[in-house]
């Protein structure tokens, strides 16, 4: 983020709005609803992060777990079960136009979240901003923060008329700028353009006409995308079921779950080419002597549980 952009998100809204009165933190204190979390309120409401941080203080989930989750057969459906297992049901949203059906998503969510336009609240967010140098608060104030990696995901509380957030050269530029894609709870337009790139996207709908009677109340914060919270340096898992938006602390732990169960589906279906079996014989309770050949083979297979 280059300094005019720093200055424009402390100059949002003149006053801070203590959250501590609300979450009963007698540490951190944020501004109102238009705000970006500092690097140190970034670092207090994502505690359990166990990776680097990136300027702006998301978690950084280093670049070679993306590219193992990116490399790896892996499933929304089955990770879905494993946070919820873990205490996160609200990480799944579905229901999606999916621009590239066949090819994953994944990446580090950079959060924005727009409201509908209200006059004199956006009047003093556009003074601001012209303030600090900038010609004007909209959608490319945000895609010029994107750094490599990201996943723009966008709360435009699936508004598709007038709620489009990029077109075909806007997408291109996050494309190239972050080598992954994008989530917009809202519209896109010349989708045939941007389907064409080979970008991963997902959308509520398309129409004609640009992005008009919103505002931005938020860069890299809390928000809500259908049914999911995602927190800004969530990892982004994107599959033709869905999305899913995964806490760091719990992306080393999924990988391994992962690995675990291919070696013993790989397994399940050597003992389903013999003929010998079942489907209650092998996806149930083993006999004695088919779960001793069911370690050997996850030992042979560098896994000992």
Same mark, same amino acid.
């Given at each position: ?11 949002? $809204?003149?006053?801070? *709005? ?30 359990? &992060? ?5 300027? +702006? ?7 070679? *777990? ?11 459906? =089955? ?5 919820? +297992?873990?205490?996160?049901? &609200? ?23 727009? %409201?509908?336009?209200?006059? +004199?609240?956006? =009047? ?7 303030? &600090? /140098? ?9 895609? !010029?923060?994107?750094?490599?990696? !990201?996943?723009?995901?966008? !709360?435009?509380?699936?508004? $598709? ?15 190239? @700028?972050?080598? @992954? ?6 519209? *896109? ?9 080979? %970008? ?8 004609? =006409? ?9 860069? &890299? ?9 995602? %927190?800004? /340096? ?9 999305? *899913? ?50 370690? =050997? ?9």
């Amino acid at each position: 983020m280059n300094t005019q952009q720093k200055k424009w998100v402390k100059s949002l $809204v003149p006053g801070t *709005l203590c959250l501590v009165l609300a979450l009963g933190s007698p540490t951190v204190e944020a501004t109102a609803q238009i705000y970006q979390l500092s690097p140190e309120e970034m670092a207090h409401y994502t505690p359990h &992060n166990p990776f680097d941080r990136l300027n +702006d203080g998301r978690p950084r989930v280093p670049d070679a *777990l993306l590219d193992t989750i990116r490399n790896m057969e892996i499933a929304v459906v =089955e990770v879905y079960a494993l946070l919820r +297992d873990k205490g996160f049901p &609200n990480q799944f949203e579905g229901d999606w136009k999916v621009l590239q059906p066949g090819k994953r998503l994944v990446g580090r969510a950079f959060t924005v979240q727009f %409201m509908p336009t209200r006059a +004199d609240l956006n =009047e003093v967010t556009q003074q601001d901003a012209a303030a &600090n /140098g900038l010609s004007r608060l909209r959608n490319q104030t945000t895609i !010029d923060m994107l750094e490599s990696g !990201d996943v723009a995901v966008v !709360d435009l509380y699936g508004k $598709v008329e007038e709620g489009t957030f990029v077109g075909d050269k806007l997408a291109y530029y996050i494309q190239k @700028t972050t080598g @992954t894609g994008i989530v917009i709870d809202g519209g *896109l337009f010349f989708v045939e353009a941007i389907e064409k790139t080979g %970008m991963p996207g997902y959308y509520r709908g398309t129409h004609p =006409e640009s992005l008009r009677n919103s505002m931005i109340t938020g860069v &890299n914060v809390p928000i809500r995308i259908g049914g999911a919270t995602v %927190m800004p /340096g969530d990892v982004v898992l994107g599959d033709q079921d869905g999305l *899913l938006f995964i806490p760091p602390q719990l992306v080393e732990e999924i990988i391994t779950s992962v690995k675990i169960k291919r070696v013993r589906d790989a397994w399940s279906k050597k003992q389903f080419d013999t003929g010998k079996y079942k489907s209650a014989e092998i996806y149930g309770r083993l006999s004695p002597e088919l779960q001793k050949d069911l370690d =050997e083979f996850m030992k042979a297979h560098g896994i000992t549980q």
